[in-house]
């Protein structure tokens, strides 16, 4: 059974950061495109930001470039998610996805994590 679990969330002011991880087992997604993706009270779930399988391109939103960083480690099976200078517009459940070959579109991932809170305030 495939999971994918994320961790790093909590409550942060303004400016702070957090890391958050995504540990998956059940199968290796070393070969596969991982994920975040975020979704605020009353809004769509949105991209954050992707990587390939082999670390080689990097795709974030607008909104968090510059700022967020993922990366991972396919021997322990992990996606990263370092997230600088937060916002409080950046308050949202963070989501974790693996397996798609359309980087930025939730319909194409095939495996979904149940989420970590980030909550930001001002």
């Known amino acids: 059974q495939v999971q994918l679990v994320e961790s790093g969330g909590g409550l942060v002011q303004a400016g702070g950061s957090l890391r958050l991880s995504c540990a998956a087992s059940?199968?290796?997604?070393?070969?596969?495109?991982m994920g975040w993706f975020r979704q605020a009270p009353g809004k769509e779930r949105e991209f954050v930001a992707a990587?390939?399988?082999?670390?080689?391109?990097?795709y974030y939103a607008d909104s968090v470039k510059g700022r967020f960083t993922i990366s991972r480690d396919n021997a322990k099976n992990t996606v990263y998610l370092q997230m600088n200078t937060l916002k409080p517009e950046d308050t949202a459940v963070y989501y974790c996805?693996?397996?798609?070959?359309?980087?930025?579109?939730?319909?194409?991932?095939?495996?979904w994590g149940q989420g970590t809170q980030v909550t930001v305030s001002s």
């Open positions: 996805a693996a397996d798609s070959v359309i980087y930025t579109m939730v319909a194409a991932y095939a495996y």
């Open positions: 990587i390939t399988w082999s670390g080689s391109s990097l």
């Open positions: 059940g199968r290796s997604f070393s070969s596969a495109a």
